[in-house]
């Protein structure tokens, strides 16, 4: 791909929806990790530094110095509005408010920091006039991995058609520093939680694999080209496929003329 | 070829496993095992009945060319149990690795007899079909045991000119697969009556039944006489079997009584082409 003519693309796409929407910027999750970064950067090529809020939003048990601190590096060199929050107080109240919560299961309450976290992001865009930005990549949201109304809920979300491995090269392309490409990606829903890890794969294969299910290739022909065992791509397709609930408009029983989700189909900005 | 004047036939209304064929191939094998038993001799599924109606980015992979792996394995069935069977499935022609149909299939117990081509795609409210179909040109009549078998599929009824041609090609029983949604179920209960009386035929009509993405199947499944009486009609909205039995010989008299084949006006289709064309 030509980065170059990739950047303008995103860039354009982000002022455009910010004028036609007449919000006054943008405020988006700032974890300090390469895709958040990434946007942050696109965002202040396209509306200005100054009107663009990273949102800080640690808690502590994954508290992570490093990401504080590469969060800054792009406030920093891109002229970014920042602020932190810490969401602790809230996580706790959340648990303690909750009569059947159960700290040992992970995903639940790791779900809950992704949430809350899009309650500051919007709290803020509400006050402020600002559009929410996400930063999911086409490989998460693929393979559905993110928290259904946490982390991808935004009002645009301008990579979610790269594949990980490409945003890496965006990321290089539009000067994130290397320590940040080049550092594991997580979710940081629990401590030494990573993404590769989890989803059991390295981003360089999944993304082939996606690529070839994106290409209509059938599992047997992605597995031979890519010398992988047919149950992997299997697999990865399922999952593909079963998390599509996480990535449509809800789902609504079809009762009359026209059905909110299914056939109006109206023009959006 | 030694034509029956009197048979029975099942209409075997069920829901999908989307994506499922192999899982859906074993209901059908065991829905004509379990119609053999009422003595049938056709057994007629719903329209997709192979994949289920809504597979949308799914169907590049689930279509297959008739004849082709899964209508060998129904023909299976059909030779081993000695039934007609017609079901619909996505037909991916031969000259082509994505160019896909919306088809109907029948066979018999000698094999595979034919398959129609849907003409009409629905492409409008919940309706995508043209965004993955190419729509047949042919109408399909197929000599069997069983008397001239006319195929339509679902949105086709809507166009009366479909099971006209099917009619005047020579079909005496035309069958309406259908998957049809429960927002549609009083335009199509006027339509199947329309269709059979107005071109004095049976007509048997199978929809599916079960919710794919927020799509209810209705159901309904009927035989009408060729003078629009109901014959038999299977449940709303649940799996059902229901036999009917189809006499030729009512359809004499309906001819005589109301001769509307006889008084057809072919000038008229010139101009109504005209028409048409000026809309």
Redesign the interface.
Do not use: N, W
């Given at each position: 791909m030509d980065w170059q003519d990739v950047e303008n693309k995103l860039t354009r796409f982000i002022k455009d929806y910010v004028e036609k929407t007449r919000a006054k910027g943008i405020v988006l999750g700032l974890s300090g990790g390469i895709d958040s970064c990434t946007i942050a950067v696109l965002s202040a090529n396209a509306v200005g530094g100054n009107k663009v809020h990273g949102l800080m939003l640690p808690e502590k048990e994954t508290h992570n110095e490093t990401d504080i601190k590469h969060a800054n590096l792009i406030v920093n060199k891109f002229n970014l509005t920042s602020q932190l929050c810490d969401i602790t107080p809230v996580l706790e109240a959340f648990y303690r408010s909750i009569p059947v919560f159960d700290p040992s299961e992970k995903v639940c309450k790791g779900n809950i920091k992704a949430r809350a976290r899009m309650i500051y992001l919007y709290y803020y865009a509400n006050k402020l006039n600002l559009i929410v930005c996400g930063s999911s990549d086409k490989s998460e949201t693929m393979m559905g991995y993110f928290t259904k109304w946490g982390d991808v809920a935004a009002d645009i979300s301008p990579i979610m058609d790269l594949y990980k491995t490409q945003v890496r090269k965006l990321a290089q392309h539009v000067g994130i520093p290397k320590q940040i490409i080049e550092k594991p990606p997580s979710p940081a829903l629990w401590p030494g939680q990573t993404a590769e890890g989890e989803l059991g794969i390295r981003y360089e294969t999944l993304d082939l694999i996606l690529y070839g299910l994106e290409h209509?290739m059938?599992t047997c022909e992605i597995a031979e080209q890519l010398k992988l065992k047919k149950d992997l791509v299997e697999m990865i397709k399922k999952r593909w496929?079963s998390t599509e609930h996480k990535r449509r408009m809800l789902?609504?029983?079809?009762?009359?003329?026209?059905?909110v989700g299914?056939?109006f189909r109206l023009r959006r900005e | 070829m030694i034509m029956k004047q009197k048979f029975k036939l099942a209409l075997a209304q069920i829901s999908c496993n989307r994506?499922e064929k192999t899982e859906n191939l074993k209901k059908i094998e065991k829905i004509v095992t379990k119609a053999k038993k009422h003595s049938v001799d056709l057994i007629v599924f719903p329209e997709m009945a192979l994949t289920g109606y809504k597979v949308r980015?799914?169907i590049?992979?689930l279509a297959e060319t008739i004849p082709g792996p899964s209508t060998s394995i129904v023909e299976r069935i059909a030779r081993k149990t000695g039934k007609y069977i017609i079901f619909g499935m996505p037909e991916r022609s031969e000259k082509t690795q994505?160019t896909i149909f919306n088809s109907a299939v029948l066979v018999g117990p000698k094999g595979f007899v034919g398959k129609y081509r849907k003409m009409y795609l629905p492409t409008?409210?919940?309706f995508e079909e043209k965004r993955y179909f190419r729509p047949g040109y042919q109408p399909a009549v197929f000599d069997t045991e069983l008397g001239r078998i006319g195929l339509i599929i679902c949105y086709d009824i809507f166009f009366p000119e479909v099971a006209r041609l099917t009619r005047l090609e020579g079909a005496q029983l035309l069958v309406c697969i259908s998957a049809s949604?429960?927002?549609r179920r009083t335009f199509f209960e006027t339509l199947i009556t329309a269709r059979a009386m107005e071109n004095t035929t049976f007509l048997a009509y199978v929809n599916l039944v079960g919710?794919e993405?927020?799509?209810?199947f209705w159901g309904g499944s009927r035989l009408v006489g060729p003078q629009g009486k109901t014959l038999v009609e299977a449940k709303y909205d649940e799996e059902d079997l229901v036999i009917g039995e189809v006499d030729y010989s009512d359809a004499r008299s309906v001819e005589t009584f109301v001769p509307a084949l006889r008084d057809l006006r072919p000038e008229l289709f010139d101009k109504l082409k005209e028409s048409a064309e000026k809309l």
């Open positions: 209509f059938v496929i789902l609504t029983a079809k009762l009359e003329y026209r059905t299914t056939d | 994506g980015d799914e590049y992979e994505a409008h409210s919940m949604p429960a927002v919710i993405d927020g799509l209810q």
